[in-house]
C-alpha cells in the first residue's frame, strides 16, 4: 500500500509496516478469555493520534465491546470494556458526556476529570467515563444516536423503523417516521440506521429500502438504499447499495456506501454520489478530524443480509481505516484480527489523548464520587 507523505501540522513519515499493538481488558492487562482478540496498525497511527491530540472510541455489537483506541507511545493501545451489543455513540465535549446505545438500554457517561489521575497506571489518563445512569428501551435494535442542540439525546430506532428520544416513563418516545412507514411495528421495515445532524438539528437519515413490510428491504439491499430529508422524508439519493453513516463535514456531504465499500461525497442538488475512495471491506461507522476520515471497515458475515452485494466478492477487512479527505489517499490503518469482525461506529474524542471508561462494579465505581459545589453549611428544614 503506498501512501507517501501527509501532513498533520507537522511533516512526517507515512510507514506502512503493520506493527502489532498492546491489548487490555478490564484491568489493564490483557486476560486469557480474550486471547482471540489482535490487532495490527501502520505504524504512523500513533503519531496522527498524536498530532492531533484525540483518540478514538470504536464499537463492535458482533463481538460485544466498546474499544478504546488511543496512542502509547510509538504503538497503539487498543482497550476494551464489555457492553451487550454496543452500537451508537454520541459524545457532546461541551458538558463532557457520553451515550452508548447497546441491545436493551442506552449508557450514560460523564467524564470526571478528578478520576482520571488515579486510575492505573497513575498519571497517564486525561479522562474519565464513569455511568451516571441508563435508559432501559428493550430490544429497538438502536443503530446511530446524538445529541441535538436542544440537549435531548436522538436514537435511530431500526426496529420500530423511526427517529425517538427517550423519557422517564416510557421505553421511548418517537418523534419522526418515513411516510412511507404506515405504523409503528417492530418489523425492521426499511431499515433505517443512520442520521446526519446538521446545525443541531436531525437533517438527513439513511435507510436501505422505502419499504413498509416486516424485512421488506431485505429484497432491495442492492440498490434500494436511500438518504430521506427530515422532516419532509422526501428522498434525496436513490439506487445505493446499504448506505450508512450520513455526515456534513468541512462544508461537503458525506455517505458510506457500505455494499460497494465506499466513501463518498453526496451532490444533493443533483441526486448523485461520487466515490473518494473503495475500502477493503464494508464500510460503516465514520468520523472526522482535521483532514482525516477515521472509516470502520467490516468483513460482514456470509448471511443472507450480506449476499449478493458486491462487497461480499472481495477480500474483507475490519477495523478503522484513515483517510486523506482531500486526496482520498489511504493515510493509515487499525486492523482487528481474531474475535472483532464487525465494525458500528467510530467517535473522535477531540483534546482527549488516553480517556478509561468504567462500566463495571470495582474500585473505581465504589469509591469515586462526584458531588454538586455546596454552601459550607448545609441547612436541613424537617417536615
Known amino acids: ?65 466498546l474499544i478504546v483506541v488511543r496512542a502509547d507511545g510509538e504503538t497503539l493501545n487498543t482497550h476494551f470494556r464489555n457492553f451487550m451489543s454496543p452500537m451508537g455513540l454520541a459524545y457532546d465535549a461541551r458538558a463532557g458526556r457520553l451515550a452508548v ?82 405504523e409503528l411495528a417492530a418489523e425492521d421495515r426499511c431499515h433505517l440506521n443512520g442520521m446526519a445532524v446538521i446545525d443541531g438539528e436531525v437533517a438527513y437519515v439513511t435507510c436501505l429500502g422505502r419499504t413498509d413490510t416486516a424485512g421488506g428491504w431485505r429484497e432491495m439491499k442492492r440498490d434500494g438504499g436511500c438518504l430521506l430529508e427530515v422532516p419532509s422524508g422526501e428522498p434525496v439519493l436513490t439506487g445505493m447499495c446499504m448506505p450508512h453513516s450520513p455526515r456534513r463535514y468541512a462544508g461537503k456531504d458525506w455517505i458510506l456506501e457500505s455494499g460497494i465499500g465506499a466513501l463518498s461525497v453526496a451532490d444533493l442538488k443533483a441526486g448523485k454520489t461520487e466515490v473518494v475512495t473503495k475500502l477493503p471491506g464494508f464500510t460503516r461507522g465514520l468520523d472526522f478530524y482535521g483532514n482525516i476520515a477515521f472509516v470502520g471497515l467490516s468483513q460482514v458475515r456470509e448471511t443472507a443480509t450480506f449476499s449478493g452485494i458486491p462487497v461480499a466478492d472481495q477480500e474483507r477487512s475490519c477495523g478503522v481505516w484513515a483517510v486523506d479527505i482531500r486526496t482520498g489517499g489511504i493515510v493509515a490503518f487499525l486492523k482487528f484480527e481474531g474475535i472483532v469482525q464487525e465494525i ?24 469515586s464520587f462526584v458531588l454538586p459545589d455546596l454552601p459550607e453549611k448545609l441547612n436541613y428544614v424537617e417536615a
Not at 32 to 49: M, R, Y
Not at 346 to 358: A, E, F, R, S, T
Open 1 to 65: 500500500m503506498g501512501v507517501g507523505r501527509a501532513n498533520f501540522g507537522r511533516r512526517m513519515e507515512n510507514e506502512t509496516q503493520p506493527v502489532e499493538g498492546p491489548v487490555e481488558g478490564a484491568d489493564g492487562v490483557a486476560p486469557e478469555a480474550d486471547a482471540g482478540f489482535t490487532s495490527v496498525h501502520t505504524s504512523n497511527f500513533p503519531a496522527i493520534l498524536k498530532a492531533f491530540g484525540i483518540s478514538l472510541l470504536v464499537s463492535t455489537y458482533q463481538a460485544g465491546k
Open 101 to 182: 446505545g447497546t441491545r436493551h438500554e442506552v449508557w450514560n457517561f460523564f467524564n470526571q476529570e478528578a478520576v482520571a489521575p488515579k486510575l492505573p497506571p497513575e498519571k497517564r489518563h486525561d479522562a474519565a467515563f464513569l455511568p451516571r445512569g441508563a435508559h432501559i428501551s428493550g430490544d429497538i435494535r438502536i443503530h446511530e444516536i446524538a445529541w441535538l442542540g436542544s440537549g435531548e439525546l436522538w436514537a435511530v430506532n431500526t426496529r420500530f423503523s423511526c427517529l425517538c428520544t427517550f423519557d422517564n416513563a416510557h421505553s421511548f418516545v418517537p418523534r419522526w417516521r418515513p411516510p412511507f412507514i404506515t
Open 344 to 367: 458500528f461506529a467510530i467517535q473522535v474524542l477531540p483534546g482527549i489523548k488516553y480517556p478509561d471508561l468504567i462500566n463495571e462494579a470495582g474500585e473505581t465505581l465504589d469509591g
